[in-house]
């Protein structure tokens, strides 16, 4: 089992250009979510998906958009990059169920620059 | 509003030594709280967990103690060694809702010098 995959790692993009953060789980799990680390700051919520077909803003949704294209792949779109959105970003998963254990597990990261 | 807080954002200790680190925070609606270890370049993974009904869970060398009056838990690590050298973050939940949204510190980097 690979887990949490995300593609790319690395990424530089000039302001204004787009792209597509990929994510991928092979756990069977029913929740994913996107996440940017920033130093000082912690891990914060962009947005998430508690299930297929749902998704909702996290706490610093803006500039991006996700598609939960099925259950396995979860995906972040950056539409006119800015240079605040320089981060690193991360993809995580959960087999959450309400009342039940809700450990997430993370991808690799997608390490992303924007000039 | 940082609903959880890690006050201190580095820590050194020597090798075979307690590390201890610190979170509070200030929802007292959160029921599941959990830490997670991140070496650079890499994801976060999964340390260890601790529920609301509990005020201590211990996983070998880690154990957490949570104190819900004072709305603070600890990480405490025994003895440290070298390879704990990382970031670790906490994070708390409300188990109840339909999210699984996690609420994350902003980390302590723990260096364990040998």
């Known amino acids: 089992n690979a887990g949490v995959t995300q593609t790319p790692k690395f990424q530089v993009l000039k302001t204004g250009q787009s792209m597509t953060l990929q994510c991928a789980q092979d756990?069977?799990?029913?929740?994913m979510y996107w996440y940017r680390q920033d130093p000082g700051m912690g891990l914060r919520l962009i947005y998430y998906?508690?299930?297929?077909?749902?998704?909702d803003k996290g706490e610093v949704p803006n500039g991006y958009n996700v598609s939960r294209l099925n259950k396995r792949e979860f995906s972040l779109r950056l539409e006119s990059a800015a240079p605040s959105q320089t981060s690193v970003y991360f993809c995580?998963?959960?087999?959450?169920?309400?009342?039940?254990?809700?450990?997430?597990?993370f991808g690799p990261g997608t390490r992303l620059t924007v000039l | 509003d940082q609903q959880v807080k890690q006050n201190s954002p580095s820590l050194s200790v020597q090798e075979g030594r307690i590390s201890i680190l610190n979170c509070d925070y200030t929802?007292?609606?959160?029921?599941?709280f959990l830490w997670y270890k991140k070496y650079p370049a890499e994801g976060p993974t999964f340390l260890i967990s601790?529920?609301?009904?509990?005020d201590k869970n211990e996983d070998g060398r880690f154990t957490v103690f949570l104190n819900k009056s004072a709305k603070h838990l600890s990480l405490h690590i025994v003895p440290s060694q070298p390879g704990d050298s990382a970031v670790y973050f906490c994070?708390?939940?409300?188990?109840?809702?339909?999210?699984?949204?996690?609420?994350f510190g902003q980390g302590t980097t723990l260096q364990v010098k040998p």
């Open positions: 929802n007292s609606m959160f029921d599941y």
């Open positions: 601790i529920s609301s009904i509990k």
């Open positions: 756990m069977n799990h029913n929740s």
């Open positions: 994070a708390a939940s409300v188990r109840s809702s339909n999210t699984g949204k996690l609420i």
């Open positions: 995580a998963s959960s087999a959450h169920l309400a009342g039940g254990p809700n450990e997430q597990f």
């Open positions: 998906s508690a299930s297929e077909g749902t998704t």
